[in-house]
């Protein structure tokens, strides 16, 4: 079963509008954490926001927000008031410590966001 | 800026050839590690270092070498590479100081084998 899932491949959204990105992932770990990257044209992996699966509030970073739903298994991506800037690839990523490196990431497939002007 | 530094961004290289890219961080970490990036498919990692000891080879083909000499710097060593070794390839780096980190990723070298 895949660790991490984005159902969207693309998402359009409204300059200066809300967007939510959907992340659902499976882990039998208690302790784990999720992240969101964003990754425009030019490669760069921009690391956006983190959530601890222990943390009892939503993570929020300026205009991101991960709404997390421990119960649900998701942590989904809210970016407000989107820019055209935003317009890039968006990367869910767990880190628990089944199936090998406590270090390691597994990103989901990701989900191409374009801001419309 | 980016605290992570990768070049070249770019390369092209025949089947027969002899390359390496180099990963440079100017953060302070410890941890390093080697990201490809296929087209179509999701980050796969490829190597950890941490305190310039090699912690993780997913499986990685020897065609694939790393060196970490320091930690702040990481190469890849390349020879006798494929076509389907064309891809993004991603280095990244952590404090190294705990599981429960973040890692920061640099631009990427994009690849392509002839």
């Known amino acids: 079963a895949q660790k991490i899932t984005q159902t969207q491949p693309g998402m359009f959204v409204q300059e200066k509008e809300a967007v939510t990105l959907d992340c659902t992932y499976d882990t039998s770990d208690p302790s784990y954490g999720l992240f969101w990257y964003k990754q425009p044209s030019s490669g760069e992996m921009i690391f956006l926001i983190y959530q601890g699966s222990y943390d009892q509030q939503n993570a929020t970073e300026g205009r991101y927000s991960l709404n997390f739903q421990k119960a649900r298994k998701s942590a989904n991506l809210v970016i407000s008031a989107s820019q055209l800037g935003d317009s890039a690839m968006y990367f869910c990523?767990?880190?628990?410590?089944?199936?090998?490196?406590?270090?390691?990431?597994?990103f989901g497939s990701g989900t191409q966001l374009t801001v419309l002007p | 800026e980016t605290g992570v530094t990768q070049t070249p961004r770019h390369l092209v290289m025949g089947m027969t050839n002899k390359k390496s890219l180099k990963c440079e961080q100017h953060?302070?970490?410890?941890?390093m590690y080697w990201y490809k990036q296929s087209a179509k498919k999701p980050l796969e990692l490829m190597f950890v270092?941490?305190?310039?000891?090699?912690?993780e080879n997913n499986s990685v083909p020897s065609r694939f070498s790393p060196e970490c000499p320091n930690s702040s710097h990481l190469f890849l060593h390349l020879h006798t590479l494929q076509p389907e070794d064309s891809a993004l390839y991603l280095c990244a780096s952590s404090p190294g100081t705990s599981a429960e980190e973040t890692q920061y990723f640099g631009p990427g070298t994009r690849l392509l084998v002839l």
């Open positions: 990523a767990m880190r628990d410590r089944l199936g090998g490196s406590a270090r390691q990431l597994t």
């Open positions: 953060l302070g970490h410890n941890a």
């Open positions: 270092y941490n305190f310039k000891e090699q912690t």
